[in-house]
């Protein structure tokens, strides 16, 4: 089992830039893959960003170019940054650790999350 805090949320404007932590405890960190997901009111929870322990990433199309996610194993930390911000982008964010199967955009998967922090950006 994993814990994970998450922090770096807060209201920025659009065209504006946050860095999302994950503060990770428990598992051996360094062997597991990380994923960042979100969920806007009303809508369902989505795939934002995944980074392997090798250090591949993957992103959701409607991040790419502006989002990188990135990790720190000697910290056992996950970061998003999130550069371009845009009103729709406004979600719960939410960090989580991954089981062994399964693929690395399906929430289910991960078997771990953290309470989620906030990102609010105004247009």
């Known amino acids: 089992q994993v814990q994970l805090v998450e922090s770096g949320g807060g209201l920025v404007q659009a065209g504006g830039s946050l860095r999302l932590s994950c503060a990770a405890s428990?598992?051996?960190?360094?062997?597991?893959?990380m994923g960042w997901f979100r969920q806007a009111p009303g809508k369902e929870r989505e795939f934002v960003a995944a980074?392997?322990?090798?250090?591949?990433?993957y992103y959701a199309d409607f991040v790419k170019g502006r989002f990188s996610i990135s990790r720190d194993n000697a910290k056992t930390t996950v970061f998003l940054q999130m550069n371009s911000l845009k009103p729709e982008d406004t979600a719960v964010y939410y960090c989580?650790?991954?089981?062994?199967?399964?693929?690395?955009?399906?929430?289910?998967?991960?078997?771990?999350w953290g309470q989620g922090t906030q990102v609010t950006v105004s247009s």
């Open positions: 980074i392997f322990w090798s250090g591949s990433t």
């Open positions: 428990g598992r051996t960190f360094s062997r597991t893959t």
């Open positions: 989580a650790a991954k089981g062994n199967i399964g693929t690395y955009d399906d929430g289910s998967y991960y078997s771990d």
